[in-house]
Structure formats: C-alpha cells, structure tokens
C-alpha cells in the first residue's frame, strides 16, 4: 500500500509536470487523476479498490489521531491536577493469528497513545506484554485494546 501511495504523489507530480503549472488545485487534479488511474489498476491486477484502501486508511488515521488527542488530554489532566488517578497494570494481551509485521504496527501503535507502552512480545509472537498506567479495570483495557486491533484489520491490513 505505501509503494501505491508513493505511485500516487508522483502521478500528481507528474500531472504538474504535464501542465507546466505547479498550484494547488493543480496538484489537487494530479491526485484526483492519479487515484482514477490506480483505482482501475488496482481493480483490474487485484479486484481490490485502490481509492477504497486510501479511505480506510485515511479513516483509521482520523480515528487515531482522536484516540491520541484524548489520551494525551488524559494524561495532561493528570500532570496539572493533584493526586494520584494511576492505576498502572501491565497485562498480557492475546494477538493470535497476527503476522510478524502486523504484530509489529499493532505494538508500535499502541506504544504511540500516551499511557501505554508494548514491552515485549511473546515467545510464540502471539501475545503482546503491555504496560497500562490506567487500567482500572483489565476487561475495559481490553476492550480498547481490541478496538484498536480490529480497526487495524478492517481498515489497515485488508
């Protein structure tokens, strides 16, 4: 997918190019030509949708992108208000069926949300190791957890 979305910006760059005028609605025709043209590659070599990969993909980003602003309000609220509101746990999370490099987006987008951190992975590569500074409740943490997992393959890794 990230080759296609290179292939993408330089079709765009190269309608610029084409046009001998480098505007934004210029560039904005480029993609727009450009996913015209790998959306009917793509459906033609795979029988998948090029443009509806790029959706996903730009939906899960949004998606995340809230999920990092509302942890990040979390853990600003616990820097600027007395007490102590932790309640750091670390748990094993059960990931089967994940392959190496999913497992590996999957850590690393977990460890990119203020709060949690993938320690480790386990011997078989099928579990993740995880330190929670709130998880109250494990069922809740996992919930989330399984949230992310889920969107990850719906809108990521198909």
């Not at 094993?92 to 994940?98: I, Q």
Request: include cysteine.
């Amino acid at each position: 997918m990230s080759g296609r979305i290179g292939l993408h910006l330089t079709l765009a760059v190269a309608w610029c190019f084409l046009w001998g005028v480098f505007s934004v609605w210029n560039f904005a025709a480029g993609l727009l030509i450009g996913l015209g043209v790998l959306s009917a590659y793509s459906h033609a070599s795979e029988g998948k949708s090029y443009a509806r990969r790029l959706f996903n993909l730009l939906r899960f980003g949004a998606w995340f992108f809230a999920l990092l602003v509302r942890s990040n309000v979390q853990i600003a609220r616990e820097i600027l208000t007395p007490g102590w509101s932790q309640s750091p746990r670390i748990l094993r999370y059960e990931a089967p069926g994940l392959s190496e490099s999913q497992m590996t987006v999957l850590a690393n987008s977990i460890t990119l949300t203020p709060g949690t951190l993938a320690i480790d992975v386990s011997e078989d590569g099928g579990a993740l190791f995880l330190h929670c500074m709130y998880a109250r409740d494990r069922e809740d943490q996992i919930r989330e957890l399984d949230a992310l997992r889920e969107r990850l393959e719906r809108w990521v890794y198909t």
